[in-house]
């Protein structure tokens, strides 16, 4: 069975454009969660969707937008990019919501803000 | 609220000797704790995981943890360490207050020398 993937693996853009991140999950799991992950802050929880719908947020600006399509790919938007948005952005997938499903990461897209 | 705590940023071993890794966490419901793994410019790999049953979880590549409600612990051990097993390993607990997001700590560096 593959793996979660995301494209693009690497991306430079400069300050206040916008950028697009892609996520395929895993076949068969229809929740995918993001998460971002810098030097200064860890690893720290985006958003989750499940079913094309929204489930959980964490604690970031609108900036930060994403949405699930009918397959389960899901894709990242970050508007106005800031130097602080560069991070290595990882994509997870499991089964379904609720505790006990594992989530399998994908390989990150690292995103460069000069 | 949830919290996770590795309380080492930085663990040297020789070849061949045991590997602690501490975390502590903290969680007002019954949580799910996990043991990942990030070797360098890699994704997230899933080591182990507790989700309310045997307290001493086995994980892949020799690794275990013990759960104890007690001491609010979840150290990850290994008898022998291997110069593969050099990478940043992270302590995750999942509970209800955060919808099942994964909240990280900060990672435990480890160092294996010959």
């Known amino acids: 069975k593959a793996g979660v993937t995301q494209t693009p693996r690497y991306l430079i853009k400069t300050r206040g454009q916008q950028v697009t991140l892609s996520c395929s999950p895993i076949?068969?799991?229809?929740?995918v969660s993001w998460y971002q992950q810098t030097p200064g802050q860890g690893l720290q929880f985006l958003f989750e969707y499940f079913s094309e719908t929204q489930r959980n947020k964490g604690n970031f600006p609108g900036r930060f937008s994403g949405r699930q399509f009918s397959n389960s790919r899901s894709e990242m938007n970050v508007s106005t990019l800031e130097l602080g948005d560069s991070a290595l952005y990882l994509c997870a997938s499991r089964g379904n919501l609720g505790q006990g499903y594992e989530q399998y990461f994908g390989p990150g897209t690292r995103l460069t803000v000069t | 609220a949830q919290s996770v705590t590795q309380l080492d940023s930085h663990v040297s071993v020789s070849e061949g000797t045991p590997v602690l890794l501490r975390c502590n966490y903290s969680s007002s419901y019954s949580p799910s704790l996990f043991w990942y793994v990030q070797h360098p410019n890699k994704g997230l790999q899933l080591l182990l995981k507790y989700t309310s049953a045997a307290t001493l979880v086995k994980g892949i590549n020799g690794f275990e943890a013990e759960f104890k409600k007690s001491e609010t612990s979840f150290h990850l051990t290994k008898p022998s360490a291997h110069m593969s097993d050099a990478a940043e390993y992270f302590c995750?607990?999942?509970?209800?207050?955060?919808?099942?997001?994964?909240?990280f700590g900060k990672g435990t560096s480890l160092l294996v020398t010959p």
């Open positions: 076949s068969g799991h229809r929740s």
């Open positions: 995750v607990v999942s509970d209800l207050d955060s919808g099942y997001a994964l909240n």
